[in-house]
């Protein structure tokens, strides 16, 4: 099983949420990445937009990208998704601000700039970096 980070601005999480979490869309430039994803693997969703916290994970439910042609439901034409379900989803509030947390994550403790780290829409988590967000995610959801 892999752990996805995926970025998205907060009107397309809304919209995501809307839908109840069922899919992720792609966008073109990462669909030959996002179709090594498969059934089983996790996604923790970063929301960008002057927000920079992680809001919620979902679970892939099918293997690889679908295609959704020309409809979509995000202000961008994604012409793929991810199938997903919801397994953990944070009160706004309760929201995790990447900020506390960018000297302990492998993927940016060495970077001048974590901000352009977190522009890329999906990329695979280190076991290390998933286990400590899902940890403080679950936290945050019990807490």
């Not at 996805?4 to 397309?12: D, G, K, Q, S, T």
């Not at 839908?19 to 090594?36: D, L, R």
């Not at 944070?90 to 901000?115: C, Q, Y």
């Amino acid at each position: 099983m892999k752990t996805w980070l995926a970025v998205e601005r907060l009107e397309n999480w809304l919209s995501d949420k809307q839908s109840g979490f069922n899919m992720f869309g792609i966008p073109e430039h990462v669909s030959k990445a996002a179709s090594k994803a498969e059934a089983g693997d996790q996604i923790i969703v970063y929301v960008s937009s002057n927000i920079s916290a992680f809001a919620d994970v979902r679970t892939i439910t099918h293997d690889g990208i679908k295609k959704l042609g020309f409809v979509s439901r995000y202000d961008d034409v994604y012409p793929y998704c991810l199938q997903t379900e919801s397994l953990l989803t944070l009160k706004r509030e309760a929201w995790i601000p990447i900020k506390g947390m960018v000297n302990n994550l492998e993927l940016t403790k060495s970077s001048k700039d974590w901000r352009q780290i977190m522009r890329h829409a999906l990329r695979v988590l280190g076991t290390k970096d998933a286990q400590t967000i899902m940890s403080r995610m679950e936290a945050a959801k019990h807490g």
